[in-house]
């Protein structure tokens, strides 16, 4: 399972995350909005509406699994006079800014764990509550109202 909306890191590699190699890691497997994401995604969509496959059926998790996809496309209705002709997309950001090079996993937010480690924070954070421990007052009153 890949848990970061930005690269292709799997949840057994998360450990590795500070050590020298992750940064080129994480450029070499950054997510790509390419031909084959995109396949993937129809591929998966034409099993759940016309094959009937559930979600978490096993087909859907051979395609969609790996890589933590999800069968979803955007819907764009477009008018012309007064008819109405929906046009099915992969993303509206990538139909529209993908041919100008704009790739739209560059948008999502990085969690703050991904670029630092749990322990190496909560160790961190443990060592400042007994230095504001040590002082005199309510150092530690005021931090919890912060």
């Known amino acids: 399972m890949a848990p970061c909306p930005r690269c292709l890191i799997?949840?057994?590699?998360?450990?590795?995350?500070?050590k020298k190699f992750d940064v080129s890691r994480r450029?070499?497997?950054?997510?790509?909005?390419?031909?084959?994401?995109?396949?993937?995604v129809e591929?998966?969509?034409?099993?759940?509406?016309?094959?009937?496959?559930?979600?978490?059926?096993?087909?859907?998790?051979?395609?969609?699994?790996?890589?933590?996809?999800?069968?979803?496309?955007?819907?764009?209705?477009f008018f012309s006079g007064h008819s109405v002709d929906l046009g099915h997309q992969q993303n509206a950001f990538s139909e529209?800014?993908?041919p100008h090079g704009?790739?739209?996993?560059?948008?999502?937010?990085?969690?703050?764990l991904h670029e630092f480690e749990l322990g190496v924070w909560k160790a961190t954070f443990t060592h400042l509550l007994r230095i504001l421990h040590a002082q005199s007052g309510d150092v530690i009153t005021t931090l919890n109202e912060q």
């Open 43 to 77: 591929l998966a969509r034409q099993l759940l509406y016309e094959s009937g496959k559930r979600p978490n059926s096993k087909a859907m998790a051979k395609i969609l699994g790996p890589k933590s996809l999800a069968p979803n496309q955007v819907c764009s209705i």
């Open 102 to 112: 704009f790739d739209f996993h560059t948008m999502f937010v990085v969690d703050l």
């Open 96 to 98: 529209h800014l993908g």
């Open 10 to 18: 799997m949840k057994n590699q998360i450990c590795d995350i500070g």
């Open 27 to 40: 450029d070499r497997l950054a997510w790509v909005d390419n031909r084959h994401r995109k396949h993937t």
